[in-house]
């Protein structure tokens, strides 16, 4: 019962708002650097503290002194303050944030302090990071303008703004050739980053859509048939001119008794075929051809 009512605003006689939050993440998304960059953090941490009546434990506006009864109530909402900072921050930042006997105030100063030391190397890594970015290192076309927006954001917090006319022309900087059109009207217009954004998403859906029509089915006949073979197509006459033509260029043999092939075409007196070894004669029967040794045969009867 006491515990409820030292939570009493001793000036409203109210429960404080801060109470109602069971859960922060709820409200601010973790910052990790990464996927939730500091100043997206700040912007987020900044609109609840507003919303429940505590951005006076973050802005730096001084506490009430302790002999005041004030206090009490104030560094119990403090510490809640406090709790949201720690609870918003990643395992790998709490480590260097985390102290003993800490106001809300000075939390948020180190978490400042932790992202914004040297700001010169760090903006220039921002530049060069958002010089290069293209559409082709991001996963979709929603992701590559957000990235482009937090970049932008991550400059704003290291006192390096980017106007809106140089943010549209990083958009365009990053686009592949197939969005030249869109290009050249985002060059020449210079609208507003939501309405770029959107032509941009409408261009992107527009050749997705163009990419995914399917051919007539006169088209893929036409794209799926097999080519006929150019030996298939070839007239008759000339295959049969082919066909003699490779009948005439078998060895041709004398008419003589002798069996020795003539001395025209590929296969002369000198062929392997034809070879003489063993001192016999040319006309010994074990060399002639078939048709020869019968009739050498038929003549010494």
């Known amino acids: ?5 030292d939570r009493v605003d001793p000036i409203t006689k109210t429960l404080h708002l801060v109470y109602t939050i069971t859960n922060i993440q709820h409200k601010v998304r973790v910052l990790d650097g990464v996927k939730v960059s500091y100043s997206s953090w700040v912007k987020l941490f900044m609109l609840h503290a507003k919303g429940y009546d505590v951005i006076n434990h973050i802005d730096g506006s001084p506490a009430p002194s302790e002999t005041t009864p004030e206090y009490s109530s104030w ?6 303050v406090l709790q ?4 918003t921050l990643t395992d790998d930042l709490l480590v260097w944030v985390l102290t003993d006997d800490s106001t809300a105030y000075e939390a948020w100063k180190r978490v400042k302090k932790l992202f914004l030391n040297n700001k010169g190397p760090r903006a220039a890594t921002l530049q060069h990071e958002l010089t290069n970015l293209t559409l082709a290192a991001m996963p979709s076309i929603e992701a590559y303008c957000q990235h482009i927006r ?3 954001d991550q400059l704003a917090a290291v006192d390096c703004p980017v106007n809106d006319t140089q943010q549209i022309l990083h958009l365009v900087h990053g686009l592949p050739r197939e969005y030249d059109t869109i290009a050249t009207i985002l060059n020449q217009t210079l609208p507003a980053w939501e309405e770029a954004v959107e032509q941009l998403q409408s261009e992107a859906r527009r050749i997705a859509a163009r990419e995914h029509i399917t051919p007539t089915p006169i088209v893929a006949s036409a794209v799926n048939s097999p080519q006929p073979n150019t030996r298939d197509r070839q007239p008759s006459s000339h295959r049969n001119t082919q066909n003699s033509r490779s009948t005439n260029n078998q060895p041709r043999r004398d008419s003589r008794r002798t069996g020795r092939p003539t001395n025209h075409g590929p296969t002369g007196p000198h062929h392997p075929q034809y070879s003489w070894s063993n001192n016999r004669a040319p006309n010994d029967p074990q ?8 009739e050498t045969a038929e003549i010494k009867f």
């Not at 019962?1 to 009512?5: A, L, P, R, S, T």
């Open 1 to 5: 019962m006491g515990d409820k009512v």
């Open 150 to 152: 937090d970049l932008v």
């Open 84 to 87: 949201w900072i720690y609870g």
């Open 287 to 294: 060399h002639l051809p078939y048709c020869n040794t019968l």
């Open 75 to 80: 560094a119990k909402i403090d510490a809640v």
